[in-house]
């Protein structure tokens, strides 16, 4: 069963506000991500981690930004929000083994109930 | 550039109606095709993963099956529980430490009573 919890699931706010979007998993997992996601769109990565102290930008480029100090935690940060950057934002953490001797990974990812953010 | 092309954007089936959804993909060496289940206001959920040509993995009523240029989800007698977006993606060999993954816009798949 996968533990994955983003908090809050809607928030509105008003253009300029800081926000923190809060993701959690109590799997252990050494990844995470975030991911971006438009009505009828495909999901986006815009951020991922490697383990604790470590942080990458994904393929699409976000103003928002991320920090990585707990295993646990993965929190996103927009420090000033705008209206293009509504959308549902959609946290997932990883379970990696390695199999066949390592030459293939079996990668499946546990994804949180999303934040649908809307700035006014 | 990686793509990802799901078809059809929706579908409508009788209960009982057995059907295929669609993956199309073009990527530069595949390490893995996979396909998850969305329901509405919900996070993915995880299905099935396949890694060469001519696998196959089934669960339920849902059966997943590979070639070198797409895959296919098909659905023997669906009920209305298996109403949700299902979601293809692909993770391209790009060197050691790549975790990214190339999604399509998905499947809106209804099942009628």
């Known amino acids: 069963e996968a533990d994955i919890y983003q908090t809050p699931r809607y928030l509105v706010i008003g253009t300029g506000k800081k926000i923190t979007l809060e993701c959690s998993q109590t799997?252990?997992?050494?990844?995470m991500y975030w991911y971006q996601q438009d009505p009828g769109m495909e999901l986006h990565l815009i951020h991922y981690?490697?383990?604790?102290?470590?942080?990458e930008k994904g393929d699409l480029s976000s103003e928002s930004t991320v920090s990585r100090i707990r295993t646990e935690h993965f929190p996103l940060t927009l420090e000033s929000a705008r209206p293009s950057h509504t959308s549902q934002y959609l946290c997932?953490?990883?379970?990696?083994?390695?199999?066949?001797?390592?030459?293939?990974?079996?990668?499946?990812?546990?994804f949180g109930s999303g934040t649908q953010l809307s700035v006014l | 550039e990686d793509q990802v092309t799901q078809s059809p954007e929706a579908l409508r089936l009788q209960e009982g109606e057995s059907s295929s959804l669609n993956c199309s993909y073009t990527?530069?060496?595949?390490?893995?095709l996979f396909w998850y289940r969305q329901d509405p206001g919900k996070g993915p959920e995880f299905l099935f993963t396949?890694?060469?040509a001519g696998e196959e993995k089934e669960k339920e009523r849902l059966k997943a099956t590979l070639t070198k240029k797409e895959s296919f989800l098909h659905i023997t007698a669906p009920k209305p529980e298996d109403s949700a977006t299902y979601l293809c993606?692909?993770?391209?060999?790009?060197?050691?430490?790549?975790?990214?993954?190339?999604f399509g816009k998905g499947t809106k798949l209804s099942v009628i009573p």
């Open positions: 396949l890694y060469s």
């Open positions: 799997m252990g997992h050494d990844k």
């Open positions: 993606a692909v993770r391209p060999y790009s060197g050691a430490g790549s975790y990214q993954l190339t």
């Open positions: 997932a953490s990883s379970d990696l083994s390695n199999t066949l001797g390592g030459s293939l990974l079996r990668e499946k990812l546990f």
């Open positions: 990527v530069s060496g595949l390490r893995g």
């Open positions: 981690s490697y383990g604790v102290n470590s942080t």
